[in-house]
């Protein structure tokens, strides 16, 4: 272990934690045109349902070509509802926005979340559109900076019930969903309990989410914290996530409807994000319309199962390139703290014209300044016999494997098969399947061009248009 990989891993959490680079938030813009929930009619007792409600009050804004609907302190408890373009969503400290946990109140008849059949814009379309936690309780305020916004709570205690007691007829819906958006920011807000996925922004562009709070309980199912699906030009920043299920992972379709349509993943950072009890930063699984030039740097993964994977399967077809995870440090995971899986899910596809023979192809995957201490393993590299993944590159990764009981059968710290790379600084010793290159070695000779790119990639990626540049404090 180097001087630096040991200095860093005797720094304790609080120190990490403060550590983190921190990044200006939004700037929300003055609306003009404001309407107080309560206005049309809104209760927030908690009791009353206010799905109607919000529907007239979005119309409205909508009839006006955009403005702001204002959420007071208050429960207000409310089925599914549409947003629309130009449109901020201010949900004010005190306010929670409850959902209902009444079946009838849910219109989502959508049998597949994760669907690309639909290759065309639909209503749901919106351009311009903001969910803000606000610090202030005047309507109309214009953008501020900190925390302690409002909240939206899914309340996705039955759905998570319904869906293991196999009594729903419909898959559930995720918290927040965009489809065919753009200029998207959500801020300073609190969500809570989705029943699925909590952010979905699927067929999207620009879409800025920063100081976002979201949490589920660690056994509540596929609650993923956010899910930029087949979406270009994303920024996801200084965030605390808490959930059952992925961090953060970046899809864009499944098998060969996401073949078909081939709408790719792209152009995405994230950034400056402590994660608790979830499953980490993936790639996947659904990644059959490509995922490429993602910059995952300045992250802390503090138990759950995996930090950082890569995970698909025969029959995804699409491809994960231009990949890099920097920055990160990982503590107490259960399983690999590193994961790169080919063989990811034996389920069976939903639809019919499955095609096994559409292999992924996985390359230039590079991890760099990765540290983590007190885990189960450090890495599994598995790729396809059939296609092995390559350009797999650490560098200055730093694992540290806690030991086991002298009655469980001793584990190899690197799992490799069908893979191709190199490594530089990388303890323990990983694997022969990468090759093991000397620092003072370790020039642009062994990198490709593709990796050279890489390497620039935290810096070139564009950041949502119309959005502040990010700066570090």
């Known amino acids: 272990m180097d001087k630096i990989g040991s200095e860093f891993m005797m720094k304790s959490n609080p120190a990490l934690i403060s550590s983190l680079p921190r990044h200006p938030a939004p700037t929300l813009p003055p609306r003009d045109y404001v309407i107080d929930i309560r206005e049309m009619g809104g209760v927030g007792d908690g009791l009353t349902l206010n799905t109607a ?59 597949d979340d994760d669907d690309d059949d639909e290759e065309e814009e639909d209503e749901d379309a919106a351009d311009s559109v903001q969910v803000w936690g606000g610090l202030s309780s005047t309507p109309g305020a214009g953008g501020s900076r900190g925390k302690g916004g409002g909240e939206i709570d899914g309340q996705g205690w039955w759905w998570w019930a319904a869906f293991r007691s196999n009594l729903l007829k419909y898959s559930r819906g995720s918290l927040i969903e965009f489809l065919w958006s753009s200029k998207i920011i959500i801020s300073n807000i609190t969500l809570r309990n989705s029943p699925f996925w909590t952010v979905h922004p699927a067929f999207c562009s620009d879409i800025h989410i920063h100081g976002v709070v979201v949490l589920a309980p660690e ?24 959930t059952g299920d992925d961090a953060v992972a970046i899809k864009s379709g499944w098998g060969n409807a996401g073949l078909r349509v081939n709408s790719p993943a792209t152009n995405i950072t994230i950034r400056s994000m402590i994660i608790r009890f979830s499953h980490g930063i993936s790639i996947g699984s659904e990644m059959s319309g490509g995922v490429s030039n993602v910059a995952v740097r300045d992250v802390h993964v503090l138990g759950g199962e995996h930090a950082l994977r890569v995970k698909t399967a025969a029959g995804r077809g699409g491809y994960v390139r231009n990949v890099t995870f920097s920055n990160i440090w990982i503590e107490n995971t259960t399983k690999a703290a590193i994961e790169i899986n080919g063989y990811y899910s034996s389920n069976p596809h939903p639809s019919g014209d499955f095609d096994t023979a559409a292999l992924p192809d996985v390359r230039d995957v590079v991890f760099k300044n990765v540290y983590g201490k007190w885990l189960t393993r450090a890495a599994k590299l598995v790729g396809l016999k059939e296609k092995p993944f390559t350009g797999i590159v650490m560098i200055d990764v730093i694992l540290e494997v806690k030991n086991r009981p002298l009655w469980k059968k001793k584990r190899s710290s690197f799992v490799c098969s ?25 020039s642009d000779r062994f990198l490709t061009s593709d990796i050279r790119r890489q390497n620039l990639l935290e810096d070139s990626i564009k950041i949502p248009r119309g959005f502040p540049a990010p700066m570090s404090s």
């Open 219 to 242: 056994t509540s199912p596929n609650t993923d914290a956010f899910d930029p699906d087949s979406s270009v030009n994303v920024l996801i920043e200084n965030c605390f996530i808490s």
């Open 53 to 111: 409600v919000f529907e007239r009050a979005i119309s409205a804004i909508q009839a006006h070509g955009g403005g702001q609907l204002f959420v007071p302190p208050g429960r207000w408890i409310t089925g599914p509802f549409n947003l629309t373009s130009h449109l901020t969503l201010f949900v004010s400290r005190g306010a929670i926005i409850l959902g209902s946990q009444a079946l009838d109140d849910d219109d989502d008849d959508d049998d």
């Open 418 to 442: 069908d893979v191709s790379g190199f490594a530089s600084n990388v303890w323990p010793q990983p694997c022969p399947h990468l090759k093991i290159i000397r620092r003072q070695k370790l």
